[in-house]
T-cell receptor, first 113, second 113 residues
């Protein structure tokens, strides 16, 4: 049972345009959501997060939107740069022992120069 | 510093051989520690987490085990490796029960032949 789903395994975007990565979840107990970026053979790097009490969080070129009623979140990258090319994972957690993360399967973003 | 060390970086082992992967973290004491595995072409799967010395919780039944002999040391082990144990193993740290992010180490690439 996949509680966090990233239905698009890959996305290609032109440099300078907006990249939109999507994530859906099924567990209504999740109250904190995160996006990670991962290059091959490296550990994931934390990008941005959002609490369930908010619907938007912005950090530079990265904005995360949360739609609780739809159980959907998205990551917007504007403008996209070639260095943004990587696999992006969304993750979710709920208040509880150790706050373990449940990850989606990832989306490979390719930004074309 | 919140640095996470993992070794070895790469490991090739025959089926049936034992395994020991080590993770050590720097920084604040009593971190939550996690072991994840990323199988080829898949997302990150939580294997074990620990909220303190000697405290281990298992998320997925398997032939792997984990131990936390010291506050900042987390070890992943197996007595007999299977082909299906191949993957990219990641150690991560978090802190307490608050809304916090997990930070990942560089990972260990394990290939079982």
């Amino acid at each position: 049972d996949q509680q966090v789903k990233q239905n698009s395994p890959s996305l290609s975007v032109q440099e300078g345009r907006i990249s939109i990565l999507n994530c859906d979840y099924t567990n209504s107990m999740f109250d904190y959501f995160l996006w990670y970026k991962k290059y091959p053979a490296e550990g994931p790097t934390f990008l941005i997060s959002i609490s369930s009490i908010k619907d938007k969080n912005e950090d530079g070129r990265f904005t995360v939107f949360l739609n609780k009623s739809a159980k959907h979140l998205s990551l917007h990258i504007v403008p996209s740069q070639p260095g943004d090319s990587a696999v992006y994972f969304c993750a979710a957690s709920n208040f509880g022992s150790a706050r373990q993360l449940t990850f989606g399967s990832g989306t490979q973003l390719t930004v074309l120069p | 510093s919140q640095t996470i060390h993992q070794w070895p970086a790469t490991l090739v082992q025959p089926v049936g051989s034992p395994l020991s992967l080590e993770c050590t973290v720097e920084g604040t004491s009593n971190p939550n520690l996690y072991w994840y595995r990323q199988a080829a072409g898949r997302g990150l799967q939580l294997l074990f987490y620990s909220v303190g010395i000697g405290q281990i919780s298992s998320e997925v039944p398997q032939n792997l085990s984990a131990s936390r002999p010291q506050d900042r040391q987390f070890i992943l082990s197996s007595k007999k490796l299977l082909l299906s144990d191949s993957g990219f193993y990641l150690c991560a740290r978090g802190q307490g029960f608050s809304y916090n992010e997990q930070f990942f180490g560089p990972g260990t690439r394990l290939t079982v032949l």
